[in-house]
């Protein structure tokens, strides 16, 4: 079946304390993004990958960073969460057209991950 | 970026009943989709609409590109249709950040029996 996977689905954690949400997709999509869900905000993105090894900042990157160096895999990491990030967090894929940009596909979603940090 | 503003913030409609959601954007649309969310959290592409109207089942939307808006239409609304309506635009495509997708706030939805 494809999709996304995120993990963990629900995290509590304390201030500090470095975690990692990971993210797989199973379709060979070369675009790959972060994003946080607040009340009120909608969704923000905080990174976005064109393909590996080329990752680059959304709208709200601070306190985050991400990798990929696997097509499937875009992990995204708080190295010390804050109170701030406490959030629903959607990893999302999709292909990218040939123009050259992902607007044009599809994007497929993970479940989300619903983070606590204490 | 661009801006997105979606309307109305919130719906009440009756099982039955049509409504119509709108996203008006502050630059040119190219790449906008249209989304829902269920009320468990699981987010569902329902259009890609950069230009002209799509149907699908009781849903469909308009894309204005000129006018910088779309339009999403629920007509017959069913209690399956509650949760929230998102638009969303890839801003950046004349530029290098061209990954960069930009959500409205969104349009809470729900359908009473």
């Known amino acids: 079946e494809a999709q996304v996977t995120q993990n963990p689905r629900y995290l509590i954690t304390v201030t500090g304390k470095k975690l990692t949400v990971t993210c797989s997709q199973n379709m060979n999509h070369e675009y790959m993004s972060w994003y946080r869900q607040d009340p009120g905000l909608g969704l923000r993105q905080i990174y976005y990958?064109?393909?590996?090894?080329?990752?680059d900042k959304g709208d709200v990157p601070e306190g985050y960073k991400v990798s990929r160096k696997e097509k499937r895999n875009f992990p995204l990491i708080l190295e010390s969460p804050s109170p701030n990030q406490t959030s629903l967090y959607f990893c999302?894929?999709?292909?990218?057209?040939?123009?050259?940009?992902?607007?044009?596909?599809?994007?497929?979603f993970g479940a989300g991950s619903r983070l606590t940090v204490l | 970026g661009i801006q997105v503003e979606q309307s109305p913030p919130d719906l009440i409609l009756q099982e039955g009943a049509n409504s119509t959601l709108r996203c008006n954007f502050s630059d040119s649309v190219n790449n906008l989709q249209w989304f829902h969310q269920n009320p468990w959290g699981q987010l569902i592409n329902l259009f890609y609409?950069?230009?002209g109207t799509k149907q699908n089942g009781r849903l469909s939307a308009t894309t204005v590109a000129t006018e910088r808006y779309s339009l999403l239409y629920i007509s017959s609304s069913q209690t399956t249709d509650s949760g929230v309506y998102f638009c969303?635009?890839?801003?950046?495509?004349?530029?290098?950040?061209?990954?960069?997708?930009?959500f409205g706030a969104g349009t809470q939805v729900v359908v009473t029996p």
């Open positions: 969303a635009e890839f801003s950046g495509v004349t530029t290098d950040s061209w990954g960069k997708l930009q």
């Open positions: 999302a894929s999709s292909l990218i057209q040939g123009q050259g940009f992902p607007g044009a596909n599809v994007l497929t």
């Open positions: 609409i950069p230009s």
């Open positions: 990958s064109m393909n590996v090894e080329v990752t």
